[in-house]
């Protein structure tokens, strides 16, 4: 089991920035693919962002392409999401995943949660 630690979110305003990050601690983090996921109010949680065990490869929702970038520092075990261009819609709680599949993209993948920050953004 790897434990996640989140932080970076937040209040920001539409057009803002924010980045997250996800400390990990336990079980060799380089090991592991991680993912963000974000879960809105009164919505299941989704698919945001997503990168291999070494970073070589990295997935997007079609919702954040372009403003979001997931990244990962093996050396800190730590992972990133960079968000630009924040709208309203980016509001939710936003969580650290790991797993040991190739990528994480799905829910029913992760196998260890963070417990979650939240960001907030007002038009």
């Known amino acids: 089991q790897v434990q996640l630690v989140e932080s970076g979110g937040g209040l920001v305003q539409a057009g803002g920035s924010l980045r997250l990050s996800c400390a990990a601690s336990g079980r060799t983090f380089s090991r592991y693919a991680m993912g963000w996921f974000r879960q809105a109010p009164g919505k299941e949680r989704e698919f945001v962002a997503a990168i291999t065990w070494n970073g070589g490869s990295t997935r997007y929702a079609d919702s954040v392409k372009g403003r979001f970038t997931i990244s990962r520092e093996n050396a800190k075990n730590t992972v990133y999401l960079q968000m630009n261009s924040l709208t309203p819609e980016d509001t939710a709680v936003y969580y650290c995943?790991?797993?040991?599949?190739?990528?994480?993209?799905?829910?029913?993948?992760?196998?260890?949660w963070g417990q979650g920050t939240q960001v907030t953004v007002s038009s």
């Open positions: 995943a790991a797993g040991s599949k190739y990528i994480l993209t799905m829910v029913g993948e992760v196998e260890d």
